[in-house]
C-alpha cells in the first residue's frame, strides 16, 4: 500500500510568487486536506477535498486555491506569495468522505515552503 | 479560548517512567479525538484514537477521554528516548474528516 506522498519536499520562492504543491493520496482514500504549519504551531485546516469537490474551507483567503483530480491526488495553489505563507504544508489523506467517516488523517511528509 | 489546548512543554522524564500528556477542548460537539506524534521535522503519525468516555489501551500508550470535561489525555508508558517528539492532540466534530489539532506538547526522555 502507497502512503501519501508530496512533492516538492523543500522550495524557496520570493515574495509576490506564485507556488503549485501536489500530492498523491493513499491507494483507497478519496479525500484530501491539506494543512498549514508554522514553526511551533499545530497545523491549520486549509481546505478538503472530496471526489474533486472542495468540502470545506478554513480561514485561509482566496489566494489559497487547490484542486482534486479524478484520480484523488491534488494540488495546492498559492498566489502572491507572503513572508508569513512560510511554512509546512502538509496533506493529508482519509478513506470517507461526507458523512460516516472516522476523522483519521494520514498525512504526507510534506513541503516546506520558504518565502524570502 | 482556543479550540484546542495543550502545554507546550517540555515535559522532561526518565526513561522507563510514565509521560501524562493533557488536552482540553472548547466545543461540545466534538466526537473524535486523536493523538499524533511529530518529530523535529518530519510531519505527524496518527498513534491514538478515541470516541468514547474512558480509556483505550494500545501497547504502551492509553488515551483517556472525559467529554463531560472536555478533556483528553494520553499516557506513554515505559517512555523511552525514541518517545522524544511533540505530542499534537486534535478533535473532529464529526462527520467531515477536519481535524482541529493543539500546539502540541514536546516530550523529552533522559536516558
Known amino acids: 500500500e502507497t502512503g501519501v506522498t508530496q512533492s516538492p519536499t523543500h522550495l524557496i520562492k520570493t515574495r509576490g510568487q506564485q507556488v503549485t504543491l501536489r500530492c498523491s493520496s493513499q491507494s483507497g482514500h478519496n479525500t484530501v486536506s491539506w494543512y498549514q504549519q508554522a514553526l511551533g504551531q499545530g497545523p491549520q485546516f486549509i481546505f478538503q477535498y472530496y471526489r474533486e469537490e472542495e468540502n470545506g474551507r478554513g480561514n485561509f483567503p482566496p489566494r489559497f486555491s487547490g484542486l482534486q483530480f479524478p484520480n484523488y491526488s491534488s494540488e495546492l495553489n498559492v498566489n502572491a506569495l507572503e513572508l508569513d505563507d512560510s511554512a509546512l504544508y502538509l496533506c493529508a489523506s482519509s478513506p470517507q468522505g461526507r458523512e460516516g467517516n472516522t476523522g483519521e488523517l494520514f498525512f504526507g511528509e510534506g513541503s516546506r515552503l520558504t518565502v524570502l | 479560548q482556543k479550540e484546542v489546548e495543550q502545554n507546550s512543554g517540555p515535559l522532561s522524564v526518565p526513561e522507563g517512567a510514565i509521560a501524562s500528556l493533557n488536552c482540553t477542548y472548547s466545543?461540545?460537539?466534538?466526537?473524535?479525538f486523536f493523538w499524533y506524534r511529530q518529530y523535529s521535522g518530519k510531519s505527524p503519525e496518527l498513534i491514538m484514537s478515541i470516541y468514547s468516555n474512558g480509556d483505550k489501551e494500545d501497547g504502551r500508550f492509553t488515551a483517556q477521554l472525559n467529554k463531560a470535561s472536555q478533556y483528553v489525555s494520553l499516557l506513554i508508558r515505559d517512555s523511552q528516548p525514541s518517545d522524544s517528539a511533540t505530542y499534537l492532540c486534535a478533535v473532529n466534530r464529526g462527520g467531515y474528516s477536519t481535524l482541529t489539532f493543539g500546539k502540541g506538547t514536546m516530550l523529552l526522555v533522559s536516558p
Open positions: 466545543d461540545r460537539v466534538s466526537q473524535s
